[in-house]
């Protein structure tokens, strides 16, 4: 098969940067996900409010981080395993409908008045059990709703829009209606939004995928999975920077009622507009991937993604305004999104399709799995050394972190370059 035409080429302005919404699988997905993570940002921001106003401690914050997360660095590759062998869109189907009921738990201990700690602690833990089986599904299931795979850039972008727009409406509704009624109405709120994309789901008309050859031992496909994504130096190089910047980079948001209320002396409405800031600096971000005509190039611009990341958290971390807070909390909200979604794509594109699910449950480790360890430590610094001492050391380590990733781009370059040559994706390609 010859390759096919450029979209950009004959594309312009919202028709590129929006390519991907033409295929109606996708299109179903962006309506109904783009409602449920808008009630997932209301949850988030309204659990770690909850936390912090029920125990007043930075490190019951990161043990509830720790608890929602750590199930996807111990059972991802499990999952990824499943997300291989099973139908992905019925993993998610499950997924969703178990986080739903979650949510409802919650809703109504809290409405009741009956929540307490261990409630929370024990439903984040259910959560992340869950969200270990969703994200490899998840992300695999991306390359089955679009049919080229030239757009498959495109649409990791728009789901990184998605993602960041509802960043900004979520937090933003969730503040208002903590300060006037209170956490429950969020939890109930998220409750109802997946429907949403239980609906779209089941709406979907997904062409099955071609039969795998038979099936080895799971311990067996655990260990191709582990070895073919190590064994490949770009596949490593990106998981582990990717790990890197999930580690020392998103506990900021751990951190953020220790920010909102006792560095800037504010209240839930501060939490709301800071994490509302760092959508604004993703969601231009994802506009910006999503505007790009295809993979080349990531490379260069996941190295300074990284960096950015790392110069907003010292910013941040040193600020004691909230006028000066907000827009650092853009600068770091656009590299972690552009990074992120990166390092996502170019996975996405070189990865063989019969192991899709098993790399990108190596990505979710990444993504997520690192998080609860970055939360943790992040909550155990916080009160020893403070919350803006604690940031700090983690932007620092961004930055290192980077600059070591770059020094390994061309190395990278050279064995990319024949996979993109053979996907048919702009063969003459002068850079990676």
């Not at 111990?74 to 986080?99: E, H, K, S, Y």
């Not at 789901?201 to 050859?213: G, V």
Request: charged share 10%; net charge positive.
């Amino acid at each position: 098969m010859g390759p096919a035409k450029s979209v950009s080429g004959n594309a312009s302005g919202l028709k590129l940067i929006f390519r991907a919404l033409r295929y109606k699988n996708y299109r179903l997905f962006f309506g109904g996900q783009g409602i449920s993570l808008i009630g997932t940002w209301m949850q988030s921001v309204a659990m770690s409010w909850l936390v912090y106003r029920l125990t007043g401690k930075p490190l019951l914050l990161g043990i509830v981080g720790f608890t929602s997360q750590i199930p996807a660095f111990a059972l991802a590759p499990l999952a990824g395993v499943l997300a291989d062998r099973w139908n992905r869109r019925r993993m998610l189907v499950v997924t969703q409908t178990l986080m739903m009921l979650q949510a409802l738990i919650l809703a109504v201990l809290v409405l009741t008045g009956t929540i307490a700690v261990w409630h929370i602690i024990a439903l984040s833990l259910a959560a992340g059990l869950v969200i270990a089986f969703d994200l490899p599904a998840r992300q695999s299931f991306v390359v089955e709703m679009i049919e080229r795979k030239e757009d498959l850039g495109n649409a990791i972008a728009l789901n990184s829009f998605l993602f960041n727009g509802a960043r900004i409406i979520g937090p933003s509704i969730a503040g208002i209606l903590i300060a006037a009624v209170g956490e429950g109405l969020c939890f109930l709120i998220n409750s109802v939004s997946y429907l949403a994309v239980i609906a779209a789901l089941l709406a979907m008309a997904i062409t099955p995928r071609k039969a795998r050859p038979q099936r080895k031992h799971i311990l067996h496909e655990l260990k191709e999975g582990a070895v073919y994504a190590f064994g490949s130096m770009p596949i490593r190089n990106l998981l582990l920077l990717l790990g890197a910047m999930t580690l020392l980079a998103t506990p900021y948001a751990t951190l953020m009622p220790v920010f909102a209320k006792n560095v800037l002396h504010g209240d839930a409405h501060t939490q709301g507009f800071l994490l509302a800031a760092a959508g604004v600096g993703a969601l231009t971000g994802a506009l910006y991937l999503a505007s790009r005509p295809g993979v080349l190039g990531l490379g260069r611009i996941i190295a300074v993604a990284g960096s950015i990341v790392g110069v907003g958290l010292v910013a941040f971390s040193a600020s004691r305004i909230f006028w000066i807070s907000l827009p650092m909390m853009m600068v770091t909200g656009f590299g972690m999104m552009v990074g992120m979604a990166s390092c996502n794509t170019i996975l996405q594109t070189i990865v063989d399709d019969d192991k899709r699910g098993r790399v990108m449950s190596f990505y979710a480790m990444a993504f997520t799995g690192a998080a609860p360890l970055g939360s943790l430590l992040a909550g155990v610094l916080a009160d020893r050394i403070g919350a803006p001492y604690t940031v700090r050391i983690g932007g620092t380590c961004c930055i290192l972190a980077a600059l070591v990733f770059a020094r390994k781009i061309p190395a990278m370059r050279q064995l990319v370059r024949p996979i993109y040559q053979s996907l048919n994706i702009l063969p003459g390609i002068k850079e990676d």
